[in-house]
């Protein structure tokens, strides 16, 4: 039996009337006429230690994809890294919770057995991190785009400040920060004015926004 894949892209915009741009979500879906082969993949679905491997070894090929050299530290796989040590990365976003991730896994293996609540509320915390590397790992991946394009592409100065500003106003309300808080310093953060952060996004726009991808 054959697996047959499909790829389901989307369109984001600040408003039903403004401008449609391709999302960067996308979801593959993989479906086989093999029920067997479908019920053994349905099944690891809820199997925790697959599912804790797969959200490990994301933690790592973001930190591998910026060359954070973990594997130089005696436990760098699993997030007990020397304060002063990741300090050296504070520039690249998304690499403290990439080892906040490692080190939440590391105490659910070591508890798990023994405190099985405790460990288990580890693997709660690790939910709102998750959402922090997306946004990270698309922030890096439109940024470099940017980069390609040069001078001479077509996102202005004003689309990369907006975008910037977009970003910082989904992490911060990731950290649980009010709509109202989260504007207010993502426009602190990106040197730009609270009349100027209005003129990009009206707050619900750019909570809509932020919900379809948390």
């Not at 006429?33 to 690891?44: F, H, P, R, S, T």
């Not at 594997?71 to 002063?84: C, E, I, Y």
């Not at 990365?89 to 105490?107: M, Q, S, W, Y």
């Not at 950290?175 to 619900?204: N, P, W």
Request: hydrophobic share 35%; glycine share 4%; charged share 30%.
């Amino acid at each position: 039996m054959k697996d047959k894949n499909r790829t389901i892209k989307r369109t984001t915009s600040a408003s039903e009337r403004s401008r449609k741009y391709s999302s960067m979500l996308t979801t593959e879906i993989s479906t086989t006429d093999d029920i067997q082969k479908w019920a053994e993949q349905n099944n690891l679905g809820y199997d925790v230690n697959t599912l804790v491997a797969e959200v490990k070894r994301d933690a790592l090929s973001f930190l591998d994809s910026h060359e954070v050299p973990y594997s130089d530290l005696l436990l760098g796989d699993q997030g007990a890294v020397p304060s002063d040590w990741l300090e050296k990365f504070d520039h690249i976003a998304g690499v403290r919770t990439a080892f906040g991730i490692l080190f939440e896994i590391h105490c659910f293996e070591l508890k798990r057995k023994d405190k099985p609540n405790e460990a288990y509320s580890h693997l709660l915390r690790i939910v709102p991190r998750q959402s922090q590397l997306v946004i990270a790992q698309m922030e890096a991946r439109y940024f470099a785009g940017v980069a390609r394009a040069g001078d001479g592409g077509k996102q202005s100065e004003r689309k990369v400040r907006q975008n910037k500003y977009f970003f910082e106003y989904c992490n911060l309300r990731n950290d649980g920060k009010t709509k109202t808080h989260a504007r207010q310093l993502a426009a602190k953060r990106v040197d730009i004015s609270i009349t100027t952060a209005k003129r990009y996004f009206k707050i619900e726009d750019i909570e809509k926004l932020y919900q379809q991808i948390s």
